[in-house]
Nanobody, 120 residues
Framework: QVQLVESGGGLVQAGGSLRISCAASGGAFRIYALGWFRQAPGKERDFVAVSSRSMTYYASSVKGRFTISRDNAKNTIDLQMNSLKPEDTAVYYC???????????????WGQGTQVTVSS
């Protein structure tokens, strides 16, 4: 069983930066893809970015503004978010899966989520 624990998040003004982190433990051999999704109130859980040990993919809405950094030895993954916009406001979830999918159903393990709020 993989456990994912997020940290970071909070309130930031538009144009600002924020960094959120996720630590994975348990069942390390299952951890191929580590990524981030986000869910705004009343909306579906959307793909943000995902990383394997050698590849990284970003949603078009965040490409160029968000950056994943992964520490394979520690099984941690950070999401550096720059040039934040009010529409980035959501609960951000860390996810782990066996493939580099872009839909939530492709991920078996989830963190509890961390709130990111961007004020205008």
């Amino acid at each position: 069983q993989v456990q994912l624990v997020e940290s970071g998040g909070g309130l930031v003004q538009a144009g600002g930066s924020l960094r959120i982190s996720c630590a994975a433990s348990g069942g390390a051999f299952r951890i191929y893809a580590l990524g981030w999704f986000r869910q705004a109130p009343g909306k579906e859980r959307d793909f943000v970015a995902v990383s394997s040990r050698s590849m990284t993919y970003y949603a078009s809405s965040v490409k160029g503004r968000f950056t994943i950094s992964r520490d394979n030895a520690k099984n941690t993954i950070d999401l550096q978010m720059n040039s934040l916009k009010p529409e980035d406001t959501a609960v951000y979830y860390c996810a782990s899966g066996s493939s580099l999918g872009t839909t939530a159903s492709e991920y078996a393990y989830w963190g509890q989520g961390t709130q990111v709020t961007v004020s205008s």
